[in-house]
């Protein structure tokens, strides 16, 4: 009996010491708003993505310097321009132990091409997806792709046999509301695997053990808490509840850095922030004009761009952390250029003389949907458009809402007038032309159609010759910057603070990689 006290006083012990040792090797991440889906098919959306890299993989991957590197394939071969085939990573289980098999990476290729994906566009050139024995996967596209590897960089394996079995074939409408178990459940080959998941409160990661990789992390678990209100956000990082946030607000930068128990480090991320108009409507929606649609008047589009004053938003609402964007794009995109970002210049007189040759002397009303928990300060940027466009006659109505309810509305095509943020994973100007400006993009709300940009988007994705291919880029890029279909607004600036015992590597597409983080 004695000794089986001592054993059970023991075991307690231990188990507290794994439990302090644990802890010690948490990091308690934070950011203003959630994954808004654990399945890596349903919504193209950056935190989403985020939250998907850590737990699922993809064929290839980016690394640290963003370079395109070997993830579940170990390696790939152009049998003809149009025919790829990749060979598997031997030894990769997923997180319930079954094996990755190249009947996984069909499925997942044929689940993300499907019509509630929101990542089709990624891989519309894919024309079929075959297994080639056991490690093997041929994939086919229309036409020679020369940026194949970039977009499939984007496309998460998930397990056949784990997604039939839980009725999660294909993923949920997120327009329609639908959700899957796949929507809050995971299953994936990464270094973490989800253990706990209570959407929009906490999300726990453990390490996987079974991972194929060499681990370069010392962490055991990560602890994801989103929190909306920024003041708060801030006061959980400085009293040490919040190890680090990914998102740190530009009003709370100095202070934070001024802690001698925290760093900062900002950098130039990959995203635009824009609005978008609907030109394409007969009538708008919120409008107090009936019978026609006064943004599909170009006269009214580029009154609205010519009345924000964006340097004062860059200085007031965004304290410098921005750079005023003529395109939906960024430097080091292929198809940027100085010349194509170059902004019209603010001239509020132009604008009320463009709206009056419109025939809208008095201006009318709108409304402009904004996120209020997705960009930097994208509320107070909404705010700060909505007084400049008072200034020229226009009354605009804010309506700010959470970005789930925001993107929903946004896909069933319910916004007249709305914020949006793009970045490129691919680092290719296609990636923006296929989603925003092909007529039958997913994320063209705007009802922008032009059959030469049709066809120029086509041209793109099977032209291999660069000059030609980089020369309908520019076209396409001259057509949509004359058209003004979106109001492109700045390049936005990314800040994470942490524990000055926490690293966790920054990148410009504001996807932390776990896997390389280490806390002291």
């Known amino acids: 009996m004695y000794l089986k006290k001592i054993t059970s006083f023991m075991a307690v012990a231990l188990l507290a010491t794994i439990a302090s040792t644990a802890q010690a090797n948490t990091i308690k991440w934070s950011m203003k708003g959630d994954s808004l889906t654990l399945d890596p098919h349903e919504q193209n959306e950056g935190p989403t993505t985020m939250v998907s890299r850590q737990i699922y993989e993809a064929l290839v991957t980016r690394g640290l310097d963003m370079s395109i590197e070997p993830q579940l394939a170990t390696g790939w071969t152009i049998e003809n321009p149009t025919t790829w085939v990749f060979t598997l990573r031997k030894g990769v289980t997923f997180h319930d132990g079954s094996p990755l098999t190249a009947s996984d990476v069909v ?30 996967v041929k994939l086919v596209t229309e036409g020679p792709n020369p940026i194949l590897l970039n977009q499939i960089s984007n496309i998460f394996v998930m397990s056949e046999a784990w997604s039939k079995a839980n009725n999660s074939a294909v993923p949920g409408d997120f327009n329609a509301d639908e959700k899957t178990f796949a929507s809050s459940n995971a299953n994936g080959t990464g270094p973490f695997k989800i253990t ?15 991972w194929w990789g060499t681990v370069e992390h010392n962490l055991n678990r990560i602890e994801l808490f989103p929190i909306a209100n920024s003041a708060t956000r801030v006061a959980s990082l400085l009293s040490g509840e919040i190890d680090i946030v990914t998102d740190a607000p530009v009003q709370d930068l100095k202070r934070i850095d ?9 950098v130039e991320q990959m995203r635009t922030i824009f609005l978008g108009m609907d030109q394409g409507s007969a009538e708008l929606r ?4 009936k019978g026609k649609n006064p943004l599909a008047d170009k006269r009214v589009r580029q009154a609205f761009y010519q009345a924000i004053d964006i340097e004062a938003i860059k ?19 292929n198809g940027y250029t100085t010349d194509l970002d170059a902004r019209l210049p603010y001239d509020p007189a132009a604008s009320k003389k463009l709206l009056a040759e419109a025939g809208y002397d008095d201006g009318f009303d709108i409304t402009l949907n904004c996120p209020n928990d997705r960009y930097v300060n994208d509320e107070a940027i909404c705010t700060a458009v909505v007084g400049m466009l008072g200034k020229v006659g226009v009354k605009v109505n804010l309506f700010a809402q959470t970005k789930s309810t925001h993107f929903q509305d946004l896909k069933n095509g319910l916004s007249d007038f709305y914020m949006l943020g793009w970045g490129v994973p691919t680092l290719d100007s296609h990636y923006v032309f296929s989603f925003l400006y092909d ?24 032209e291999v010759d660069p000059g030609k291919r980089n020369a309908a880029i520019a076209e396409a890029w001259a057509i949509v910057k004359d058209d003004i279909s979106y109001l492109p607004l700045h390049h936005q600036v990314i800040s994470w603070a942490a524990k000055s015992n926490v690293d966790v590597p920054i990148r410009p597409n504001n996807e932390p990689l776990f896997r390389f983080a280490t806390v002291n």
Not at 258 to 266: G, I, L, P
Not at 286 to 289: C, F
Request: hydrophobic fraction near 35%; charged fraction near 25%.
């Open 196 to 210: 706990l998941r209570e959407q929009d409160t906490k999300t726990v990661f453990e390490k996987n053990d079974g």
């Open 107 to 136: 499925f997942s290729f044929n689940r993300a091409k499907s019509k509630t994906s929101d990542f089709k566009e990624y891989i519309d050139s894919v024309t079929s997806v075959e297994a080639v024995g056991a490690d093997k």
């Open 315 to 333: 200085k007031k609402v965004m304290r410098g952390l921005s750079s005023p964007a003529g395109i939906i794009t960024f430097p080091g995109v």
């Open 286 to 289: 919120s409008s107090n004009i």
């Open 439 to 462: 007529s039958k993009g997913s994320w063209n709300k705007v009802g922008f159609n032009n059959a030469r940009v049709d066809e120029l988007i086509q041209t793109m994705v099977v």
């Open 258 to 266: 001024s802690s001698a128990s925290h760093t900062v480090n900002s």
